[in-house]
């Protein structure tokens, strides 16, 4: 599975911002896909999750209710819609699947089996 992150970007703070990742492999459709952040100087975080089907989904409580993840099965995408961004949402935004046969929608990043290379946003205030 490869997996390619784009998006990102310079926005104002209250800004709007929509990730986007592209998977690659006809079996998409049955991964958990979830994205990840790493600030500057800091470790990478979770910030949400989705299942195959795209009616589960959890968030991180530093982003709930600005951001929200979907996916398009037919497209092989999943995205990350990003609203009232702030200064602190400043990261390496990146994508990572489970892999096949792996249902549990995990906040841990060492159980995801496949990562995109990472898209900046910053977000100035």
């Known amino acids: 599975v490869q997996l390619q992150a784009s998006g990102g970007g310079l926005v104002q703070a209250g800004g709007s911002l929509r990730l986007s990742c592209a998977a690659s492999?006809?079996?998409?459709?049955?991964?958990?896909m979830g994205w990840f952040r790493q600030a500057p100087g800091k470790e990478r975080e979770f910030v949400a999750v989705?299942?195959?089907?795209?009616?589960?989904?959890y968030y991180a409580d530093s982003v709930k209710g600005r951001f929200t993840i979907s996916r398009d099965n037919a497209k092989n995408t999943v995205y990350l819609q990003m609203n009232s961004l702030k200064a602190e949402d400043t990261a390496v935004y990146y994508c990572?699947?489970?892999?096949?046969?792996?249902?549990?929608?995990?906040?841990?990043?060492?159980?995801?089996?496949?990562w995109g290379q990472g898209t900046l946003v910053t977000v100035s205030s």
């Open positions: 990572a699947s489970r892999g096949g046969g792996r249902t549990y929608l995990s906040r841990f990043q060492h159980e995801y089996l496949y």
């Open positions: 492999g006809r079996t998409f459709s049955t991964y958990v």
């Open positions: 989705i299942n195959w089907s795209g009616d589960t989904t």
